[in-house]
């Protein structure tokens, strides 16, 4: 059994940072992307960032700049650091993770900017 448990999100203002956090658990034996999408009210799914086993990073175009994605693969834990975030960028943010072959999604964190 795996579980991938997100955190970090909240309300903010805009200009202000959060920085979204997504631990795996469970029997994981390899782990190889670790992505985070976003969800606005309306709208589609979108990739937001995505981080490779060996570290190489793309980023939508929306957020180059301003959001880094970040792996630490002793804790099995992928971030999303957002700074100077804008009242398009409230979402949902999910993080996607390639566990032992197969995607999982974590439950969704809600990133509320008020203008």
């Known amino acids: 059994q795996v579980q991938l448990v997100e955190s970090g999100g909240g309300l903010v203002q805009a200009g202000g940072s959060l920085r979204l956090s997504c631990a795996a658990s469970g029997s994981i034996f390899s782990i190889n992307a670790m992505r985070w999408y976003r969800q606005a009210p309306g709208k589609q799914r979108e990739l937001v960032a995505a981080?490779?086993?060996?570290?190489?990073?793309n980023y939508a175009d929306s957020v180059k700049g301003r959001f880094t994605i970040s792996r630490d693969n002793a804790k099995n834990t992928v971030y999303l650091q957002m700074n100077s975030l804008k009242p398009e960028d409230t979402a949902v943010y999910y993080c996607?993770?390639?566990?032992?072959?197969?995607?999982?999604w974590g439950q969704g964190t809600q990133v509320t900017v008020s203008s």
């Open positions: 981080i490779s086993s060996g570290g190489s990073t």
């Open positions: 996607n993770v390639v566990l032992n072959g197969w995607g999982y």
